[in-house]
């Protein structure tokens, strides 16, 4: 859904166990600014050291001006992916913002079904997948549509900075209690049930996953895909960007989408100020400019 900082649980240890100091902090932000795009406000120096502490401990380090060290470095070793999953998280759920799946089937899906010629392409992109539950909210969207699938070229890209939850993403296995979000109709049509170890989860069933390509990516990054796209989500990801890096963002994705191709984002973003290339045509759905 959109990768947001890390803030679920708290920190008892806070100013005990480290030394954790000004220019340290200072250090981190802008470090998770630059593998990120994230911008850390000041508040978040304990949940910064929260998280972090973890890291310390696994490595052995007696302080952070030690894992500062580290990082600066070492910027090409595995510690910096520990650091950038540690720092981020991706709170989501299975369609979540359902106002975003209403629109996607009557304004998007609907009308390539009218179509109906047998050469349709829909590509959609994911962006920011977290642990999968957006990307396959989509699929279940397209799968229960009036498209067929048959017929229409369907490829959904779904991407993440984050390695730990690509990995859930691909299994596509989840608690129950999170499938609890989902119509019962849809869940009996593309879940199975989980027995004996697998009691009390649900496994996406293998159709669902066949059409979406799960792939790691920073969007502060170079892209490989060429698109272009019909769709793109990214939705609760840009709030934690500055207006640059925001600006930069949303134009790479004007450049990669269709004209009149639409762009989803959260319940508290907008484009206002950020992007002329772009009209607000539903909440907080945006379609692109010819």
């Known amino acids: 859904m959109g990768r947001v900082l890390k803030s679920e649980d708290g920190c008892s240890d806070w100013n005990r166990e480290f030394v954790f100091t000004d220019k340290d902090f200072s250090v981190l932000r802008k470090l998770v600014n630059q593998y990120t795009g994230i911008s850390l406000s000041e508040a978040k120096r304990e949940l910064v050291y929260c998280r972090l502490s973890r890291r310390l401990r696994h490595l052995n380090l007696k302080s952070f001006k030690n894992y500062c060290e580290l990082l600066q470095d070492n910027k090409s070793n595995d510690e910096i992916i520990h650091f950038t ?122 159709a669902l996953q066949e059409f979406i390509r799960f792939r790691e990516l920073n969007l502060m990054d170079a892209w490989p895909m060429r698109g272009p796209f019909d769709v793109i989500f990214c939705r609760n990801v840009v709030i934690y960007f500055n207006k640059e890096t925001q600006r930069e963002l949303i134009d790479r994705f004007a450049d990669l989408l269709m004209d009149d191709g639409f762009l989803f984002l959260g319940h508290s973003e907008s484009l206002f100020k950020v992007s002329d290339r772009f009209r607000l045509v539903s909440q907080t759905v945006y379609q692109k400019i010819k």
């Open 85 to 206: 999953n540690a720092i981020t998280t991706n709170l989501t759920a299975f369609f979540r913002e359902s106002h975003h799946f209403d629109f996607l089937n009557r304004h998007i899906l609907m009308p390539y079904a009218k179509r109906g010629n047998g050469n349709q392409r829909l590509r959609i992109w994911s962006a920011g997948c977290s642990t999968g539950e957006e990307p396959y909210s989509i699929a279940m969207t397209i799968m229960d549509s009036r498209i067929v699938i048959d017929n229409t070229n369907v490829r959904i890209l779904a991407t993440d900075v984050d390695s730990s939850v690509l990995a859930t993403a691909r299994a596509g296995i989840y608690p129950l209690e999170k499938l609890k979000s989902i119509p019962p109709h849809k869940t009996q049509r593309w879940f199975l049930k989980g027995s004996k170890i697998n009691t009390g989860y649900g496994q996406v069933k293998p």
